[in-house]
């Protein structure tokens, strides 16, 4: 049973750093996709990044391209969110979210219907 797990949330000052870490168990990071997303009180969850495990392929969100670098560390299972200057507006609660990789994988990785495994999240919050 495919079972991911984040760890990292916390609370940070505006334009501090967080790395978020996603650590996959019951699947190798082979043939896989992992994606993140977040979701702030009273709206609706967003994806902001994903990567193809095989080829390291990313895609991100308009709204965190250039701030937010994913990763993976296939040796250890696990798929990183390394989150840099941060805004009150990155206040959410993060999950990662699976799925069996596909063709047109990149193309749809930001829509959360796609995935089939996903964490409990974890929270961060940007205050001063």
């Known amino acids: 049973q495919v079972q991911l797990v984040e760890h990292g949330g916390g609370q940070v000052q505006p334009g501090g750093s967080l790395l978020l870490s996603c650590v996959v168990s019951g699947w190798r990071l082979e043939s896989f996709g992992i994606g993140w997303f977040r979701q702030a009180p009273g709206k609706e969850r967003e994806g902001i990044s994903c990567?193809?495990?095989?080829?390291?392929?990313?895609n991100y969100a308009d709204s965190v391209k250039g701030r937010f670098t994913i990763s993976i560390d296939k040796a250890k299972n696990t798929v990183y969110l390394q989150m840099n200057s941060l805004k009150p507006e990155d206040t959410a609660v993060y999950y990662c979210a699976g799925l069996n990789y596909y063709r047109n994988y990149l193309a749809q990785c930001l829509m959360e219907n796609k995935y089939d495994y996903w964490g409990q999240g974890t929270q961060v919050t940007v205050s001063p």
């Open positions: 990567i193809s495990t095989d080829d390291g392929m990313s």
